[in-house]
T-cell receptor, first 112, second 112 residues
Framework: EAQVTQNPRYLITVTGKKLTVTCSQN?????MSWYRQDPGLGLRQIYY???????DKGDVPEGYKVSRKEKRNFPLILESPSPNQTSLYFC???????????FGPGTRLTVT | DAKTTQPNSMESNEEEPVHLPCNHS???????IHWYRQLPSQGPEYVIH???SNVNNRMASLAIAEDRKSSTLILHRATLRDAAVYYC?????????????FGTGTRLQVFP
């Protein structure tokens, strides 16, 4: 089944403890993105990748890192999480520029 | 970055058609108009996209104004399962960037 998977789905952590949220797609898509969703603010793009080893900042990249070493994986790294990064995170992939995006199920992160 | 404007909320009765508007006056020639929807507790789901001509698929129809500065997502017969937040975004065809702005979308309520 074609899909985007994220792990973990739920995570509660403490300020400053490094964490990684994984994202994987099995559709051989070149484009991948990370978004965060907060009440009243909608979806905001954090980082995107247009191919292996090609990443760039979205609208709200501060406090996040990403890497794209393989086509299928696009992990989101929080080196030193803070409470303002408590949010619902979505990963998405797309087969081409301008094309449709497929979203993962989301990861709910709480930083205390 | 090209932005879209949508009403915050709309209501419909079951089995009636629904027309969800979107304004995108700063659209560029290479921007595709995308629609996604997000059901409660789920990730966004692709609905439809188009460039210039009207588009139909099994989920909905997309009507694009001749000047491309606005578009309308049409659900031909609303069901209770169509209650969701609908996002209209512009996604450009580009070799240099995949930056996207989602906005807060339109919350559609469907009444039995």
């Amino acid at each position: 089944e074609a899909q985007v998977t994220q792990n973990p789905r739920y995570l509660i952590t403490v300020t400053g403890k490094k964490l990684t949220v994984t994202c994987s797609q099995n559709m051989n898509h070149e484009y991948m993105s990370w978004y965060r969703q907060d009440p009243g603010l909608g979806l905001r793009q954090i980082y995107y990748s247009m191919n292996v080893e090609v990443t760039d900042k979205g609208d709200v990249p501060e406090g996040y890192k990403v890497s794209r070493k393989e086509k299928r994986n696009f992990p989101l790294i929080l080196e030193s999480p803070s409470p303002n990064q408590t949010s619902l995170y979505f990963c998405a992939s797309s087969p081409r520029s301008g094309g449709e995006q497929y979203f993962g199920p989301g990861t709910r992160l709480t930083v205390t | 970055d090209a932005k879209t404007t949508q009403p915050n909320s709309m209501e419909s009765n079951e089995e009636e058609p629904v027309h969800l508007p979107c304004n995108h006056s700063t659209i560029s020639g290479t921007d595709y108009i995308h629609w996604y929807r997000q059901l409660p507790s789920q990730g966004p789901e692709y609905v439809i996209h188009g460039l210039t001509s009207n588009v139909n698929n099994r989920m909905a129809s997309l009507a694009i104004a001749e000047d491309r500065k606005s578009s309308t997502l049409i659900l031909h017969r609303a069901t209770l399962r169509d209650a969701a937040v609908y996002y209209c975004i512009l996604r450009g065809f580009s070799y240099n960037t995949d930056k996207l702005i989602f906005g807060t979308g339109t919350r559609l309520q469907v009444f039995p």
